[in-house]
């Protein structure tokens, strides 16, 4: 029983770190996006902060978990306002190289992805409903730091995205049923989701765009 509950605090705390990685993450990419369109510093903590932190809101508030996870712990906050900050300071002084938005964004796609559909299942929700859980954790944030800094949606274009996160959440689920381990599972599935996305961007892959057929 010792055993088995240092095994659960163990994986409570990497929860919690990759979680704090995550936001961090995630807000990097919402400073970085607010800075290419010339935001001041309350626009670019504005676009970090809901970045950061808008898919697990969302999340929170359709499985009913209250309060949402960034009022019952306002650390998640402090560290979305102070990576913001920190960005705002440092791309002052460094010169960042033009893919790190993308690549940043896709590590916090993998580990959102991953604790949105842990904390579904948690919770007591079906597979299923974890896996949309997982990637609405994952991909809302983005969203809406696209839609607020005037660019198309990267769920929306072709670029394999969205479909890395469902294959990431479907990942932890299925490995998580099989071998009752969810170290494996969360590291699965993350390698998974980073995988695909950034191969997609290296290589451009994308999935297979609608053509109508012309009379």
């Known amino acids: 029983m010792l055993s088995l509950g240092f095994m659960n605090t163990e994986i409570q705390t990497l929860i919690f770190i990759l979680d ?4 961090s993450v995630f807000a990097v990419t919402g400073s970085l996006a607010a800075g290419r369109k010339h935001m001041d510093l309350f626009g670019v903590v504005v676009l970090a902060t809901v970045t950061a932190l808008g898919g697990g809101t969302l999340r929170d508030l359709i499985l009913g978990a209250y309060p949402v996870f960034w009022v019952s712990s306002p650390v998640y906050l402090l560290m979305a306002v102070t990576t913001a900050i920190t960005t705002f300071l440092l791309v002052r002084f460094f010169k960042l190289p033009n893919k790190l938005l993308s690549v940043f964004d896709a590590f916090g796609l993998a580990v959102f992805t991953v604790i949105g559909t842990k904390k579904a299942l948690d919770l ?47 990942t932890f689920s299925v490995v998580l049923m099989i071998v009752q381990n969810q170290n494996i599972a969360v590291i699965t599935s993350v390698a998974v989701t ?21 009379d």
């Open 124 to 170: 007591g929700a079906p597979a299923s409903i974890a896996v949309v859980m997982g990637v609405m954790t994952g991909v809302v944030g983005g969203m809406i730091r696209d839609v607020l800094s005037g660019e198309i949606p990267l769920i929306l274009r072709r670029e394999i995205y969205a479909t890395a996160s469902l294959c990431g959440a479907v």
């Open 20 to 23: 704090l990685f995550g936001t």
């Open 194 to 214: 980073l995988a695909l996305r950034l191969s997609a961007i290296r290589w451009m892959i994308s999935l297979p765009i609608f053509i109508a057929h012309k």
